[in-house]
């Protein structure tokens, strides 16, 4: 009984070393992140000592303002092909939330969905904008509408990108890295292992239009995943899911701005029942469902959805002066 239990030991202890081996990622290096995926446009605001935010405004200055919030465990850089094409005309507002992209960690140690509200509201504050179209994916999505019910008075528009807020939506095939994130003693592994191929395998299982994913892209989300910070920052969201407020059909009944409502028809991580219910609760919105596509539409078919944002913003009442 003892050998087998001394062999039992040397097992387990092989098996964890092997897992080390295989996954061990330590926290990626601030400085040389900040050299490789910050922009002659990026700033970084300090809206409170510890928290500098990463943001960028970009396109036409006098154009109506677009700000635009990305979801969870992206960065501001989910944007980028929507800036190409419509800073042309728009100025375009778009940023790092706390524990993610070059952002990291905030010093409060809190990443709910009322703190992300305050962060858009201080930094757009600095900038002295008072009224903007408020646009977001996923939980960025959430943000959004949760900002116009906090602050109607400086929303005009409200766009809506495969967002979170459906009390029951059922997600189908998720992401295997959200799935490890929700496992309690797995996730707790994350501190130290964060195997590429599990960026992979979730980037694929989010976005439907694989011709759109490469190693670029893959390294993207795996390298400022692992910016100082972003990773205590993910369990500590992940562990209290239930601060991401979810939403409230009378409540989002009140928004009267006018809302786009986009979606991948092949959404595994928010399914497309979630835009039908939006689109109930929020009658005078314009919904648009994208087939073939999934949870990322302005990565994975970013001339088609920017091209519908646009008509879409054309026929807005222009902006407040």
Do not use: C
Not at 149 to 162: F, G, I, S
Not at 185 to 204: D, G
């Amino acid at each position: 009984m003892k050998r087998l239990i001394k062999w039992l030991v040397v097992v387990l202890v092989v098996a964890v070393a092997a897992v080390f081996i295989w996954g061990y990622a330590p926290d990626t290096d601030a400085a040389a992140m900040e050299t490789k995926y910050s922009s002659s446009a990026s700033r970084f605001a300090d809206l409170e000592p510890g928290l500098r935010v990463h943001y960028r405004d970009e396109g036409k200055r006098d154009g109506r303002v677009l700000v635009l919030i990305h979801g969870s465990n992206a960065s501001l850089h989910t944007w980028e092909p929507w800036v190409q094409i419509l800073g042309k005309e728009y100025r375009i507002i778009s940023m790092d939330l706390p524990g993610h992209g070059l952002t990291g960690q905030n010093p409060s140690g809190t990443y709910d969905s009322a703190t992300y509200v305050e962060v858009v509201d201080r930094l757009l504050t600095r900038l002295n904008v008072t009224n903007a179209v408020i646009g977001g994916n996923s939980m960025g999505g959430g943000v959004t509408w949760m900002y116009t019910l906090t602050h109607p008075e400086k929303v005009e528009a409200m766009l809506l990108v495969d967002a979170s807020g459906q009390p029951s939506a059922k997600s189908g095939n998720i992401p295997i890295g959200f799935r490890l994130m929700r496992m309690p003693v797995i996730k707790e592994a994350a501190r130290f292992i964060a195997p590429r191929s599990i960026f992979e395998a979730s980037v694929k299982t989010s976005m439907s239009v694989q011709s759109k994913i490469d190693a670029k892209l893959i390294d993207r989300y795996w390298e400022l995943n692992r910016y100082p910070g972003n990773r205590e920052a993910t369990m500590k969201r992940f562990a209290n899911v239930q601060n991401m407020r979810a939403g409230n059909a009378e409540k989002l009944a009140t928004i009267k701005v006018p809302t786009m409502i986009m979606w991948g028809e092949e959404d595994n991580l928010i399914p497309v029942s979630a835009a039908r219910w939006f689109a109930d609760a929020l009658p005078q919105a314009k919904l648009i469902i994208y087939p073939g596509v999934g949870h990322i539409p302005m990565e994975e078919i970013p001339e088609k959805s920017a091209a519908d944002v646009k008509n879409w913003l054309d026929g807005l009442p222009p902006p407040a002066a």
